[in-house]
């Protein structure tokens, strides 16, 4: 069925490093893929996001790139630093139904970033 | 701008009542909305897609008679956890998303603990 797998599940970083995130999804009709950043105890919070029609992104210290043949996509921060430290989900647009589409997430990465 | 927020952010209850959550977009009209659960280190489930005006389209596996929905407004979608019990107990998060737009926006959750 429809899943998003997300690796590592944990990553711990020195401040200044970079950080990568993987994720893979199954399903080819996949057109939307936002990553999400949480913190103890809130909500997710959309951090950059990107569509199947583009191959990178780039927002300051973040970047996402996606590889549609593949059927990857990764998240990338650069020159870390300690409030960098939250999980992180990504996920995929895996279907549109008439409500409209859902997302499907992967299942978390803890990123630690030591100074 | 795209701010939601939930309300109560955190309820305690007794186990046999029930609990309503709001969730409002504050700064949009969000013909959909969508209600997820997460458990402790855990990632997203989606629950439901809430539609203003019409019947909520639940996940599969998630009772309909027991997590009602309601999306009245343009701005206001509430998730009612009817006979609550212990294993209700959970973080819930609702998110909203803009007619043609894909981004969705997270409220902060609501922390239910069911006694």
Same mark, same amino acid.
């Given at each position: 069925g429809e899943n998003v797998e997300q690796h590592p599940s944990t990553l711990s970083v020195q401040e200044g490093d970079s950080a990568v995130i993987k994720c893979t999804y199954s399903d080819s009709a996949s057109n939307y893929f936002p990553w999400y950043k949480q913190e103890l105890g809130k909500g997710p919070q959309l951090i950059i996001d990107i569509r199947s029609n583009?191959?990178?992104?780039?927002?300051?210290?973040i970047a996402v790139t996606l590889n549609k043949t593949a059927k990857h996509f990764s998240l990338h921060i650069t020159e870390t630093q300690?409030?960098?430290? +939250?999980?992180?989900?990504? +996920? +995929?647009?895996?279907?549109?139904?008439? +409500?409209? @589409?859902?997302?499907?997430?992967?299942?978390? @990465?803890?990123? &630690?970033? &030591?100074? | 701008g795209a701010v939601v927020s939930q309300h109560p952010s955190r309820v305690i209850c007794? #186990?046999? =009542?029930?609990? !309503? /959550?709001?969730?409002?977009?504050?700064?949009?009209?969000? =013909? =959909?909305?969508?209600?997820?659960?997460?458990?402790? !280190?855990? #990632?997203l489930m989606l629950m439901a897609t809430s539609n203003e005006g019409s019947k909520a389209t639940y996940?599969?596996?998630?009772? !309909?008679d027991k997590f009602l929905i309601n999306h009245a407004s343009l701005t206001l979608s509430t998730l009612t956890v009817t006979s609550a019990h212990p294993e209700d107990s959970s973080f819930? /998060?609702?998110?909203?998303?803009?007619?043609?737009?894909n981004e969705?926006?997270?409220g902060p959750g609501t922390r239910l603990t069911v006694l």
């Amino acid at each position: 069925g429809e899943n998003v797998e997300q690796h590592p599940s944990t990553l711990s970083v020195q401040e200044g490093d970079s950080a990568v995130i993987k994720c893979t999804y199954s399903d080819s009709a996949s057109n939307y893929f936002p990553w999400y950043k949480q913190e103890l105890g809130k909500g997710p919070q959309l951090i950059i996001d990107i569509r199947s029609n583009v191959g990178e992104k780039k927002d300051q210290r973040i970047a996402v790139t996606l590889n549609k043949t593949a059927k990857h996509f990764s998240l990338h921060i650069t020159e870390t630093q300690p409030e960098d430290s +939250a999980v992180y989900f990504c +996920a +995929a647009s895996l279907r549109t139904n008439q +409500a409209g @589409t859902a997302l499907i997430f992967g299942k978390g @990465t803890t990123l &630690s970033v &030591s100074s | 701008g795209a701010v939601v927020s939930q309300h109560p952010s955190r309820v305690i209850c007794k #186990s046999g =009542t029930s609990v !309503k /959550i709001e969730c409002r977009s504050l700064d949009f009209q969000a =013909t =959909t909305m969508f209600w997820y659960r997460q458990f402790p !280190k855990q #990632s997203l489930m989606l629950m439901a897609t809430s539609n203003e005006g019409s019947k909520a389209t639940y996940e599969q596996g998630v009772e !309909k008679d027991k997590f009602l929905i309601n999306h009245a407004s343009l701005t206001l979608s509430t998730l009612t956890v009817t006979s609550a019990h212990p294993e209700d107990s959970s973080f819930y /998060i609702c998110s909203a998303r803009e007619p043609g737009y894909n981004e969705q926006f997270f409220g902060p959750g609501t922390r239910l603990t069911v006694l």
